[in-house]
């Protein structure tokens, strides 16, 4: 009896979009000089939610609110990438995305020698990103270094290997995900993922700037 067609098809998938920004090297060294100059306790986020590390500066949350002119158009890039992200993925028409009225917070990260992100999520969005402004020297004694890290969000998925599924290809394989930013890189993200960033090791600095954003339907 001729055996029908097997249907294999990726389940619990989760979208990860990476995009550049072409000539970002003008707006990086605006946005480097201007973080730079505003990392000091006036911007300090007050209420951090993990335990501060004297390596790693966070910023508080209302960057894309600042009038200069390198924040605006750093602000326009990202919410038009998550924008166009979440128009693609929902199938929402241009006249649907009309009637939704994105909101965002962003703020800043300034890592030096040591620094890291513990693995954490935002629960209060629907989407994530991370630019980066400045991606710090790669280090030869550690080859995560700094690495934007995503957790396998399927507890136990890897409780069994045997040679039956321990070579299985993406997006079945197990394992963490791991990505090494380069400046200009935007990386687009669901906010319920779990990510870290790794110990940044070396003698260089990393700069990265994150939002977080929903869509309340427009009234």
Do not use: K
Request: proline share 7%.
């Amino acid at each position: 009896m001729p055996a029908t067609p097997i249907d294999i098809r990726p389940i619990f998938a989760a979208p990860l979009a990476t995009l550049e920004l072409s000539d970002a090297d003008a707006l990086n060294r605006d946005l480097e000089a201007l973080l730079l100059a505003r990392e000091t306790d006036d911007y300090r986020n007050p209420e951090p939610t993990h335990v501060p590390q004297a390596e790693l500066f966070e910023s508080d949350f209302n960057l894309f609110h600042w009038s200069e002119p390198c924040v605006q158009a750093l602000r326009r890039f990202m919410l038009g990438a998550v924008g166009q992200v979440a128009a693609e993925l929902n199938g929402y028409s241009r006249e649907a995305m009309a009637g939704l009225a994105m909101q965002a917070q962003a703020w800043f990260h300034v890592t030096r020698p040591g620094g890291s992100f513990v693995a954490h999520n935002h629960p209060m969005a629907s989407w994530s990103a991370v630019y980066c402004v400045r991606a710090g020297e790669p280090s030869s004694l550690r080859r995560d270094s700094g690495m934007l890290r995503f957790l396998d969000q399927r507890p136990g998925a890897n409780m069994y290997l045997d040679a039956g599924n321990a070579r299985l290809r993406q997006p079945y394989s197990f394992g963490h995900f791991a990505l090494r930013l380069q400046a200009g890189q935007l990386v687009i993200f669901p906010a319920y993922l779990m990510h870290e960033v790794a110990a940044f090791v070396g003698e260089d600095l990393r700069i990265t700037v994150a939002a977080n954003c929903w869509f309340p339907r427009a009234t």
